[in-house]
């Protein structure tokens, strides 16, 4: 493992954003438009105006909750084997997730997603080595009425056995997702007994507002003992101030507000550190995810998380770019790599281009070889007598050569990640397999998996089950995009066509 963390702040630089943050809820407070909130807030300490629903927290109440919050979260799969617990067994990578749209893989078109794709992002997702929890990656515009988050969720579920997270809207949705992880668990004692889904939602809007029912739900899951994490998202420029100091410290404000309302509905609760923190590029208002500040303020985070004792994660290894390209390969890899050398322990980085409006399948198989790659990083130098091989090197000898040594053969596929959709080969090589690009060899083996047997999906019985249960929802199976055959032997380069956004609705 690496030996020490990359470190953006000094000490005393952490400790003044700490104080900042302290300052921030003490003095300005925050707005909270739920009332049980409010209640619960002034119940333990903080000092509540309910005329203007203000909410401000003195030092010694934030510090009396954030000493009852646990070190490690744990994300629990369908199947156990997949379970995982940070910060120790970090770091884990997951898809972004909640993106409206995706890039047919067939067409290479923009259009609305919808269950059908998400149950073949489950698929895929399960099937790549490189990805430890399955983040909702789309919306589902087929959802019928009443089922939104179930549309999303059963397809998921249906089809990826390792963790599963995504949001809900209301406490009504999440009791009717218990009953459906009930009848998956075996019963819904089974499943309290091992709860194994987690959700995500923002219970603060920057800049430090309390959301009616994303705050309701916050205390809803705590209560429950349901596992979930809040996310703060603030954007430098518009909504919080323009310096990577200030979008530090205001978000690392509401992630405390969150955190301690968390703990006074029921202490003990696991929290992570989840956030997505970025700057606006001021030249036209974007909304800029894959600027290497956001890596910067990422790297913040993870020192903040450390001086908290607390797990970290959130949205990293974004891009701007609205296709697979050089842009969204730097953007992807510079930020996450720098959020890994900090210590981030769960990153978002999977499938999603275009500022996280759109999945592509062929990106998420490229973003699972960033996730691999960064994986064996984080494993470090093997470092050993044994290793320094100074008796290989005092018997080859000057002028010799390695590649024929029984020392090279034992360690061909251990000493080194070999990549699955970068290309190693000649030119010429490279010309013969139809000169692909990595976005093709992405969709090649995207193709691959989902062309072949499902090994995640759950039996029919419990599938029947399910359906009696909740008629009319959608199918949630995986199944090949029409056209889609099993590839051959190498992936051809296919003719790309221009990609637009599909109108909103």
Known sequence: MIPSFAKLL????????????????????????NEKARKLFAKHG???DSHNQMVKLPRPVVEEFMAAVPPTFTFRGRDPRFDRTLPGEGPLFATASSAPNVIDPVSGEERRATSEDIARMAHLIDALPGYDVFSVATLADDAPPG??????????LKNCRKPIRASLLSPKEADEMVRLLGIIAGGEEAFWERPFITFGFCAVISPLTMDYDATEMLMYYAEKGIPNHSITVPNGGLSSPFTLAATTAQGN?????????????????????????????????AYAAGAVETGMLDM???????????????????????????????EKAMSSTMGVLAGFDFLQVGGLVDTL???????????????????????????????????????????????DHPHTFERMKT????????????????????????????????????????????????????RATFDGLVAGDSLPPEGWTAPGLAPRRRQRTGRRRAPRR
Not at 12 to 24: L, Y
Request: aromatic content about 8%; hydrophobic content about 45%.
């Open 357 to 403: 409006m759109a999945f592509d399948f062929g990106q998420a198989v490229i973003d699972n070889e960033i996730a691999m790659m960064l994986k064996r990083l984080t494993q470090g130098m093997e470092f050993s007598e044994e290793s320094l091989a100074l008796d290989i090197i005092k018997e080859v000898g000057p002028a010799g050569m390695f590649v």
């Open 415 to 466: 000493a080194t990640y070999l990549p699955q959709v970068a290309d190693r080969t000649p030119r010429q090589t490279w010309k013969e397999l139809g000169s692909t690009d990595i976005h093709d060899r992405g969709l090649w083996r995207a193709r691959e998996i989902l062309t072949a047997n499902n090994d995640a999906v759950f039996s029919s019985a419990v599938d029947a089950r399910i």
């Open 46 to 48: 903080g000092k509540v």
């Open 10 to 33: 000094t000490g005393d630089q952490v400790a003044r954003i700490a104080g900042a943050s302290m300052e921030i809820l003490a003095d300005t407070g925050l707005l909270v438009r």
């Open 147 to 156: 089922m939104y988050s179930l549309s999303r969720f059963y397809p998921a």
């Open 300 to 330: 913040a985070v993870a020192q903040m998380a450390a001086y908290h004792n607390v797990a970290c994660g959130g949205y990293i290894g974004q891009t701007n770019s609205k296709i697979s390209d050089a842009q969204a390969g730097y």
């Open 253 to 285: 404000a509401e992630f405390l507000a969150a955190t301690v309302l968390t703990q006074m509905a029921k202490p003990g609760t696991e929290v992570l550190y989840s956030v997505l923190p970025t700057m606006t590029d001021m030249r036209t208002g």
